[in-house]
């Protein structure tokens, strides 16, 4: 919904596989943007696509304290996916939003074609989430402008990056113990929002995220955001996808920036993508 309120796009293609469900959505949408096109597709209309964003899998569950437990339900799902994008539009710029994020945008890259560049992870909810548990904690006001960047695994092992935070352009101190408080409030929210025992995700917070991605993938000139994406001796590390600071625009990543961090915040970040790992490892079938 919030790419059709702004001009990013005139057409949006819907994909699922509940048909009914999605003309459900498909009517209203009618409705509320009668000058876009917005139609239910099938898989032949992604030929074109600038932009393809998955955000296909498995219901929400209340009993689930990771995100890890979706991995091989989605990955049979994003196996039948990406064979449809490398059938109609293999150059498309990606965009994984289905979790864990990390190891399927991982998944697509090794098993298929698809080029590093083209591959992007949402992972934007976590530093939404730091700025919520910052301006709570601290009792920022609504007027000031804070950047609060989280990298490393979208899960468990998230880095926030307290070294990097800002307050209109100053950087912003916390006491430990405010530190503490907030790292809690980041530590305990994914098995707190489960326990309500609502089949959702984080719809809203992801749409506000996803179509600020997009418009900055809608650019010529490269624009600095948060993403997972497919590392190469970034940050010391290798053959995995983690979320870090990205320049991208309308061909996808155009760089991964190396931001200098704290020995606390190198050390989690090191520790995150050991987790990532263990990950691959354990499911290593997957990423022959």
Request: charged content about 20%; hydrophobic content about 40%.
């Amino acid at each position: 919904m919030t790419l059709a309120m702004n001009e990013l796009a005139d057409e949006l293609c819907l994909i699922d596989v509940n048909e009914t469900f999605l003309d459900n959505h498909v009517m209203d949408f009618e409705n509320a943007f009668p000058h876009k096109r917005m139609y239910r597709g099938s898989y032949p209309d992604l030929k074109d696509s600038s932009i393809v964003i998955i955000t296909a899998g498995v219901p929400n569950r209340s009993d689930v304290k990771s995100r890890n437990a979706y991995l091989q339900e989605n990955i049979s799902i994003f196996r039948k996916i990406g064979q449809v994008i490398e059938t109609y539009v293999p150059n498309a710029i990606i965009v994984t939003a289905s979790n864990p994020v990390d190891l399927l945008n991982y998944y697509l890259y090794k098993a298929f074609d698809f080029q590093r560049e083209q591959l992007i992870g949402y992972s934007l909810n976590d530093s939404y989430r730091f700025e919520w548990a910052l301006r709570s904690t601290l009792g920022i006001e609504a007027k000031e402008h804070v950047v609060s960047p989280v990298i490393g695994e979208h899960g468990g092992s998230q880095v926030p990056l307290f070294s990097h935070v800002r307050k209109s352009g100053e950087q912003l101190s916390v006491t430990p113990q405010q530190e503490e408080q907030i790292r809690a409030e980041l530590k305990t929210w994914f098995v707190r929002f489960n326990e309500l025992n609502v089949p959702r995700t984080t719809g809203w917070t992801t749409g506000v995220g996803m179509s600020k991605l997009v418009a900055k993938l809608s650019k010529d000139e490269p624009m600095e955001t948060i993403g997972s994406a497919i590392v190469s001796g970034h940050y010391g590390l290798d053959d995995m996808s983690f979320g870090v600071p990205i320049k991208v625009n309308r061909n996808g990543i155009q760089q991964i920036i190396e931001w200098d961090l704290s020995d606390q915040e190198t050390k989690a970040l090191t520790q995150s993508a050991k987790t990532i790992q263990a990950m691959i490892v354990e499911n290593k079938a997957y990423f022959l």
